[in-house]
């Protein structure tokens, strides 16, 4: 399957990165925060995912995006919120 390549807004990763970060207390800094949190969670968020997967019908609306890990990103896959296990106060 051909990777996707997604069209973020000028500005729309550092929104959503600024948006998402919290002081990590495992990693003991201020980090853009991984929001999905999952088994193999590296905490700090590198990638933007979608909450509900583009594959799906989501969109790249704001609302519709959060920063997480490379890890959960891929163990997410083409899932919906069933498998998250932290949601923020915005959902």
Same mark, same amino acid.
């Not at 069209?7 to 999905?36: A, K, M, S, V």
């Given at each position: 399957?051909?990777?996707?390549?997604?069209?973020?807004?000028?500005?729309?990763?550092?929104?959503?990165?600024?948006?998402?970060?919290? $002081? !990590?207390?495992?990693?003991?800094?201020? #980090?853009? &925060?991984?929001?999905?949190r999952? @088994? $193999? !969670?590296?905490?700090?968020?590198?990638? #933007?995912? &979608?909450?509900i997967?583009?594959? @799906?019908?989501?969109?790249?609306?704001?609302?519709?995006?959060?920063?997480?890990?490379?890890?959960?990103?891929?163990?997410?896959?083409?899932?919906?919120?069933?498998?998250?296990?932290?949601?923020?106060?915005?959902?």
């Amino acid at each position: 399957m051909a990777q996707r390549e997604y069209r973020w807004q000028p500005g729309q990763r550092e929104r959503i990165f600024t948006r998402d970060t919290e $002081h !990590c207390p495992i990693l003991d800094r201020t #980090i853009p &925060h991984c929001q999905l949190r999952l @088994a $193999h !969670c590296t905490h700090e968020a590198t990638v #933007i995912d &979608h909450i509900i997967p583009a594959s @799906a019908g989501g969109t790249n609306d704001d609302n519709n995006l959060r920063a997480s890990c490379w890890r959960c990103n891929q163990d997410r896959r083409n899932a919906t919120n069933r498998l998250t296990r932290h949601y923020p106060e915005y959902w």
